[in-house]
C-alpha cells in the first residue's frame, strides 16, 4: 500500500536532526563515541533479517551458514584483542551482560559487592532500582571522601563483613585505573567470583594503556560502544576457562565449565535470537580496535582527558581525586554554585552535551546532583587535541558562569559550532 512504500519522511527528518546535533555540537559524555562509517554498515545490513537462536554451529534455525562464520569471526577478534580464551558476542547491551554473568553465577538472595552508583558505580552492580538490587542482596564499597579514589584495606573490610559470593569491580564515573590484582586478593579471601565490568575503559584496557583485568579477574563484561567504539552491545570475556568455583555438578558426574554455564546464561537464560547485524558490527570495531590507528586514538583519548582535567583545575574546578589515569573525569561543582542539573542544561544549550552526575558524598538528590561528567572519547575521535580542551574549558567556563545570560551562551554555541565545523563525525 503507499503507506508502506512510501518513505517515512518523518522518522528520517529526525535521524537528519540528530545527525546534525551531532555533527554542529562537541560531544562530551563519556559513555559515547561516534562509530566509522563501517560499523555502522554492517549495524544497518540485512543481517537484521535473520534468526539464529543458538551458537555457531549449534543454532535452532536454518540458513545460518553466513552468520556463523560472522559470529565466529567476531568472538576470535574479540579474543584477540583482550588475550581471552572466552567469549560470547551476543549480549545485546552491558547491562544484559551483567545479568547473564549474575545468572550464570548467582541464586536469588545470592550477596553481591559492587562500586556504590552514588560514588561512580552502574546500576546493574545492586542499586535497588535495577535487577540486581532486586534479585541479589546489594552491598557497596565506595571511595574515601578525602582522596576520591578506592581504598583497597576498607573493601577488604566489607568483604570480610558481607562475605559476598561476587564482587563487581568496574565504574561508569571513576577517572583512576583500578588493581586488579588486589581486587582478586580480596576476592580469594571470601571465596568470591571476581567480576571486572569495563564498560568505560575497555578500549584503553585492550590497547595495554591501564590495567588488564584478564589475567585476574574470573569473568570480565563490557559494553562495545563507549571508548571501544563500535555498536550499541555487551560483551562476556574470561582469560582462563575455570571451573565454576562452585562447583555446579552434572548428572554424569562432571563439573559445569564456567564457559558453558555463561553461553547457557546468555541464550536461553537471558536473551533469544542475537543481532546478528549488531554482530558484524561488533567484529569490524574489534577488528578496527586491533590496529595502531586505534592505539594512537586511545592515547590521544587519555592525553585530552589530562590536558582537560588540567584546565579545569587551573580554574579552580574541583576535579574528582585531583586528576584521571583514563577518558573521564567526574568535577565537583559545588564550590562554583552551581547544580550538576542547571550545568547540564546550560551547557546543553551552548550544543555542549555532557551529563549531570552525583559526586562521592553528594548532598544532592540523583535528579540534581552536584557534578558533571566529561570524558574525551568522543572528541578524540572527531580529531580534537590537547590544545583544544584548553578552548573548550574556556567554553564550560564562560557558560557555567553566567548560566542565565541566554545572549552570551548564544554567542558561544557560534563558537562551539565554528570549532566543530569542518570535523566529520569520524576524522580518526
Ligand atoms: N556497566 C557499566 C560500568 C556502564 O557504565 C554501563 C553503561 O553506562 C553499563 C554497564 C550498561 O550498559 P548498557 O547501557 O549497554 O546496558
Do not use: W
Amino acid at each position: 500500500t503507499e503507506v508502506l512504500t512510501q518513505r517515512d519522511t518523518t522518522i528520517f527528518d529526525l535521524i537528519e536532526k540528530e545527525r546534525e546535533r551531532q555533527v554542529q555540537g562537541i560531544e562530551l559524555i563519556a559513555s559515547e563515541n561516534f562509530t566509522s562509517p563501517q560499523v555502522m554498515e554492517a549495524a544497518g545490513s540485512v543481517l537484521t533479517n535473520k534468526y539464529a537462536e543458538g551458537y555457531p554451529g549449534k543454532r535452532y534455525y536454518g540458513g545460518c551458514e553466513v552468520v556463523d562464520e560472522i559470529e565466529t569471526l567476531a568472538i576470535e577478534r574479540a579474543k584477540e584483542l583482550f588475550g581471552a580464551v572466552y567469549a560470547n558476542v551476543q549480549p545485546h547491551s552491558g547491562s544484559q551482560a551483567n545479568a547473564s554473568v549474575y545468572h550464570a553465577c548467582l541464586q536469588p538472595g545470592d550477596t553481591i559487592l559492587g562500586f556504590d552508583l552514588a560514588h561512580g558505580g552502574h546500576l546493574t552492580h545492586g542499586s535497588p532500582v535495577n535487577f540486581s538490587g532486586k534479585l541479589y542482596r546489594p552491598t557497596f564499597y565506595g571511595v574515601d571522601e578525602e582522596t576520591g579514589t578506592l581504598n583497597y584495606d576498607k573493601i577488604q573490610e566489607i568483604a570480610d563483613k558481607e562475605k559476598p559470593k561476587m564482587i563487581i569491580a568496574g565504574a561508569s564515573a571513576y577517572s583512576r585505573d583500578m588493581d586488579f590484582a588486589r581486587f582478586r586478593e580480596i576476592a580469594d579471601s571470601v571465596n568470591a567470583i571476581l567480576l571486572a565490568d569495563i564498560s568505560h575503559p575497555s578500549g584503553l584496557i585492550a590497547k595495554g594503556i591501564l590495567n588488564d583485568p584478564i589475567p585476574h579477574c574470573h569473568i570480565v563484561t563490557t559494553t562495545t560502544h563507549k571508548t571501544l567504539r563500535g555498536p550499541r552491545g555487551g560483551l562476556i570475556l574470561m582469560g582462563e576457562n575455570f571451573e565454576n568455583p562452585f562447583g555446579i555438578r552434572l548428572k554424569n558426574g562432571n563439573l559445569r565449565k564456567m564457559s558453558g554455564l555463561l553461553d547457557l546464561a546468555v541464550f536461553p537464560g537471558n536473551q533469544g535470537g542475537p543481532l546478528e547485524h549488531i554482530i558484524a558490527a561488533k567484529a569490524i570495531a574489534f577488528g578496527e580496535a586491533l590496529s595502531d590507528d586505534f592505539l594512537h586514538y586511545m592515547l590521544q583519548v587519555k592525553k585530552n582527558a589530562e590536558a582537560m582535567a588540567k584546565s579545569f583545575m587551573a580554574k579552580n574546578y574541583k576535579v574528582i581525586s585531583g586528576g584521571t589515569d583514563n577518558h573521564m573525569m567526574l568535577i565537583d561543582l559545588r564550590n562554583k554554585g552551581i547544580t550538576g542539573k542547571d550545568a547540564e542544561k546550560a551547557l546543553e544549550k551552548a550544543a555542549i552535551t555532557a551529563n549531570k552526575n552525583m559526586v562521592p558524598f553528594d548532598d544532592q538528590s540523583p535528579f540534581i546532583t552536584s557534578g558533571i561528567r566529561f570524558g574525551t572519547p568522543a572528541i578524540t575521535t572527531r580529531g580534537l587535541v590537547e590544545s583544544d580542551m584548553e578552548t573548550i574549558v574556556d567554553l564550560i567556563d564562560e557558560v557555567l558562569m553566567s548560566p542565565e545570560d541566554e545572549a552570551g551562551i548564544s554567542k558561544i554555541k557560534e563558537k562551539v559550532h565554528t570549532l566543530m565545523k569542518h570535523r566529520p563525525l569520524f576524522n580518526s
